[in-house]
């Protein structure tokens, strides 16, 4: 971006965070001269975020990186990913854990399945197999849940998972009687009109 767009994103911080410290000798600068190193519209994006998350303090340049980056609570060069709708198959983990006993041993062991069904699953998808680089190329990867499930499979993982949904929802909310059992009835007695004279 050109040093004025930067300008135009830190007149903006100015403008629309109560707290900022602008006025003070070189803040100003120092915030447009690191804006200026990234892309206009993507940390305008940026912005607009965390404006909406609190208008009130002006972020650290840290923090604006990490917006625009999209890393805030990823590890460090790892984007974050998150589901825009929850994934029933899932569980919006991305992931299915599976448990197989192998005949010849007897132990028992958990692999992975992702799930091809939601953007957080695809982020889980690996095959070491077709890596471009030959010398790094391994035998191991992830199989997507349809692999080992069919559809009667799959429909049962989403049954599953919204039963085991509702329950929790059910148990964060209280029962209307047990809320009703909480409190006490007020007994008819003297009410005082409002309107008129209050005894006290």
């Excluded at 830190?10 to 600068?29: I, M, Q, S, T, W």
């Excluded at 559809?151 to 929802?169: C, F, P, S, T, W």
Aim: some cysteine; proline content about 6%; charged content about 30%.
């Amino acid at each position: 971006m050109t040093q004025d767009q930067a300008e135009i994103l830190v007149d903006r911080l100015k403008n629309a965070c109560v707290f900022h410290r602008f006025d003070e000798p070189g803040v100003y600068l120092e915030y447009a001269r690191i804006i200026a190193q990234y892309d206009y519209d993507r940390m305008k994006a940026a912005i607009d975020e965390i404006i909406e998350e609190d208008s009130r303090n002006v972020p650290a340049i840290s923090l604006l990186i990490k917006k625009y980056k999209g890393t805030s609570n990823a590890p460090k060069g790892q984007v974050e990913v998150k589901s825009d709708e929850y994934c029933a198959v899932c569980d919006d983990k991305g992931f299915v854990l599976m448990k197989e006993k192998q005949s010849d041993t007897g132990l028992t062991y958990e692999f992975v399945l992702y799930c091809p069904f939601c953007p957080v699953g695809r982020s889980w998808a690996y095959d070491g197999r077709n890596i471009s680089d030959k010398k790094h190329r391994s035998p191991y990867y992830v199989p997507p849940v349809t692999e080992y499930f069919g559809d009667e499979g799959i429909q049962a993982l989403r049954e599953a998972n919204m039963k085991k949904r509702r329950e929790n929802i059910d148990v964060k909310r209280p029962v209307e009687k047990a809320v009703q059992s909480i409190g006490k009835e007020i007994p008819d007695g003297w009410q005082y009109d409002t309107i008129g004279d209050l005894p006290f």
